[in-house]
């Protein structure tokens, strides 16, 4: 086929591809986004999961010095550390800062200085722990689940 059938047929096929790959690129989009949300509440509900067992923790201890030791012991638990590496050992040093700050707005004392911000102890503690392992830190809560090879019994 020649002439203006044929370049119109061929203009619509220019445009139905167009369409196509506008399509896809929408949907390639779309699915980036839906991931970065994704990502973005499963670490929001970590945040809020681990700093409720935190305050909890917390929350009874007689003073600052056993507050701490209960905050890490509430974060060791949250991830499963039995063992201590350097890196484990570094990120329980800095999360004592959170474990103070959660107890210090839980009972703050009167003409004590003021409390530490909470919100921003545990920002701060994030951007620490992604600056030094390049990664963030609530990564760490990703549970793989193994799959068991089902055995028959004999």
């Known amino acids: ?11 619509l096929k ?21 991931a970065r949300l994704e990502r973005q509440r499963a670490f929001a509900y970590r945040r809020l999961n681990l700093m409720n067992e935190v305050a909890k923790a917390v929350a009874s201890a007689e003073n600052e ?9 509430v974060l060791r ?17 800095r999360f004592e800062r959170v474990a103070r700050a959660t107890f210090a707005g839980l009972s703050p004392n009167e003409g004590a200085e003021t409390a ?10 994030e951007t620490w722990y992604e600056a030094t392992y390049g990664k963030p830190f609530w990564v760490l809560f990703d549970q793989e689940i193994q799959e068991i090879p089902l055995v028959e019994p004999s």
């Open 1 to 11: 086929m020649t002439g203006p059938t044929q370049a119109f047929l061929d203009h």
């Open 14 to 34: 220019a445009a139905a591809t167009s369409a196509h790959e506008a399509e896809n690129s929408l949907r390639k989009r779309m699915a980036e986004e839906i």
């Open 65 to 73: 010095e056993a507050a701490v030791a209960r905050g890490l012991a």
């Open 77 to 93: 638990s949250e991830l499963g550390w039995t063992t201590e590496t350097e890196t484990r050992k570094a990120t329980l040093e």
């Open 116 to 125: 530490p911000d909470l919100a921003d102890e545990l920002s701060g503690f």
